[in-house]
């Protein structure tokens, strides 16, 4: 990781050290070019008023101005380049060739060395007067160059310089980068050790580090709450199965031990049956609450009309309601559209009336609700039976769970579980309430959005 910074920020470096260079390079190139030009045209304005004699006299100073260490070159010839004026011995070879822009190499004794030559660089620029004689201008590139080189040099120290810096930042991210990876896999070692309370440390900077452990920690969470509820729902059903399985085996037994007449076996036969019918029943309670809480068949969802399917249900239960001697009250309006399953939306409404129906007394009133209210689809079904304590509301959600007044009726206690996991299931809102007297439970689904109801088929 500390290299992989390093050569990117070294790359960033190079780049942008080489887009300084290169727009200085090309700066000292066009102020070159401007100067020659300018001296150029000054002669030439020179020419053209005061003519050739005026002209070798002004080259004549000029290169004599600076000496012999001057960076500017003149030189003029006539038309068969012989040498009039200017600080060079002849007219460059390379020149005579035509008229422009050219680079010069250009070799004198060195001062200090003798033996040797000294080699430098120039940029020139030569025009053809009228009359045929031949003016340069120019410039010694050697400052030019010395400066360049200088740059160059300053460049590289500093891209080296910022790679070190780049290397140093790198390996002092990634070690600490290293070290609260080292923290989360310490802590997520523990709790493969068992220490199952264990969770992911936080620095309290609010950075992406916390927040991967702090969804850590919710996956924990909900991870511990699994495990709790899935030890819970085995307990349950050990203690509840228990004893409709007991009451099998006893039957069972008893029927080979003893003789019965054909009335007598048909009896035993069909508490037997019985027997088996709850406990299968209690399965597929189970197996409905598995599938809910995985979302199991989502693929399948359709739009459906709410308020059709709580007619259906209302209509399918009312004659069980009327021999029960209570009275179904319904209010439903139209165009209740949700995006679920049919199947697992009516199983709810279903165990909804089925409590109603079976802890109130004879002759109560059962409502059952669809409209649309406060931007969502309520969903509600309400009695004016005993109801249920506040304090056990939540705990009557959970699996097997069945208050005291309630042990005497039919059931395993996974009716109000399977609701809850149909509700979360769709996203919405369980809420249980008074109905002062009796008990209202309320589903709260989110609104289809308008694009998404706008010509759909129904399912119904």
């Not at 597929?284 to 007619?311: F, K, T, Y």
């Not at 249980?432 to 759909?456: C, E, I, M, N, Y």
Request: hydrophobic share 40%; no cysteine; net charge negative.
């Amino acid at each position: 990781m500390a290299l992989l910074y390093a050569g990117l920020f070294g790359f960033s470096g190079f780049a942008a050290l080489g887009f300084i260079y290169w727009t200085t390079t090309s700066y000292l190139e066009e102020q070159t070019d401007t100067v020659i030009r300018s001296e150029m045209n000054a002669l030439r304005e020179t020419y053209q008023i005061h003519g050739l004699n005026s002209l070798q006299r002004t080259v004549a100073e000029r290169a004599a101005a600076g000496g012999e260490d001057t960076d500017h070159i003149y030189l003029l010839a006539n038309p068969g380049y012989t040498l009039l004026a200017g600080n060079l011995p002849a007219w460059p070879e390379d020149l005579r060739r035509g008229a422009g822009w050219a680079r010069l190499t250009l070799t004198e004794r060195d001062k200090e060395a003798r033996d040797e030559h000294d080699v430098r660089e120039a940029r020139a620029l030569s025009v053809t007067l009228p009359g045929g004689a031949h003016l340069l201008v120019g410039r010694d590139l050697r400052e030019r160059e010395e400066l360049r080189e200088h740059t160059l040099s300053t460049l590289f120290w500093a891209l080296g310089v910022i790679l070190a810096l780049a290397l140093a930042g790198g390996l002092i991210l990634s070690r600490g980068v290293l070290r609260r990876i080292e923290r989360i896999n310490h802590t997520s070692r523990a709790i493969m050790a068992g220490h199952l309370e264990q969770r992911m440390p936080l620095s309290g900077s609010g950075d992406e580090f916390d927040q991967l452990a702090q969804n850590l920690n919710l996956m924990l969470d909900q991870i511990e709450r699994l495990m709790n509820g899935l030890r819970e729902v085995t307990d349950n059903i050990a203690h509840d199965l228990r004893s409709p399985l007991t009451r099998l085996k006893s039957r069972l037994e008893s029927g080979l031990r003893e003789t019965f007449d054909g009335a007598r076996y048909r009896a035993t036969l069909e508490q037997t049956l019985s027997e088996v019918d709850g406990v299968l029943a209690t399965f597929n309670a189970l197996l409905r609450i598995a599938q809910a809480e995985a979302g199991a068949h989502r693929s399948d969802w359709v739009p459906l009309d709410l308020g059709e399917l709580a007619r259906d249900v209302a209509e399918l239960y009312q004659p069980a309601i009327e021999e029960q001697g209570d009275t179904l009250t319904t209010h439903i309006g139209e165009g209740l559209v949700l995006h679920g399953s049919r199947e697992l939306v009516a199983q709810a409404l279903a165990n909804l009336l089925d409590n109603a129906i079976k802890y109130t007394p004879r002759g109560s009133r059962i409502e059952l609700g669809a409209t649309r209210a406060d931007g969502a689809i309520e969903l509600s079904v309400s009695d004016n039976g005993p109801g249920i304590p506040a304090a056990a509301r939540e705990r009557v959600l959970e699996r097997f769970v069945r208050l005291d007044a309630s042990r005497h009726q039919p059931g395993s206690g996974l009716g109000l579980s399977l609701v809850r996991a149909v509700a979360n299931l769709h996203h919405a809102a369980l809420e249980l309430s008074d109905h002062h007297p009796g008990l209202k439970v309320t589903l709260r689904f989110p609104l289809l959005r308008s694009h998404q109801a706008k010509h759909v088929t129904l399912n119904r």
